[in-house]
């Protein structure tokens, strides 16, 4: 039987989601590292530079 998880949404403005890109890169590499996309740290680098 799978349980139920509970998660919240957070809203952030520029300087809050720019304090947070360690955090955000770490996810993205974990989510995508997997085919088909498997990202590599280079890949997942220049993603954030487009992001900034």
């Known amino acids: 039987m799978t349980v139920p998880e509970t998660?919240?949404?957070e809203l952030l403005d520029s300087p809050a989601a720019a304090r947070a890109e360690t955090e955000f890169r770490l996810?993205?590499?974990e989510?995508?590292?997997e085919a088909p996309y498997r990202e590599t740290p280079e890949s997942v680098e220049a993603m954030f530079?487009?992001?900034r």
């Open 7 to 9: 998660f919240a949404i």
């Open 27 to 29: 996810v993205y590499a």
């Open 31 to 33: 989510v995508f590292a």
């Open 49 to 51: 530079r487009r992001f």
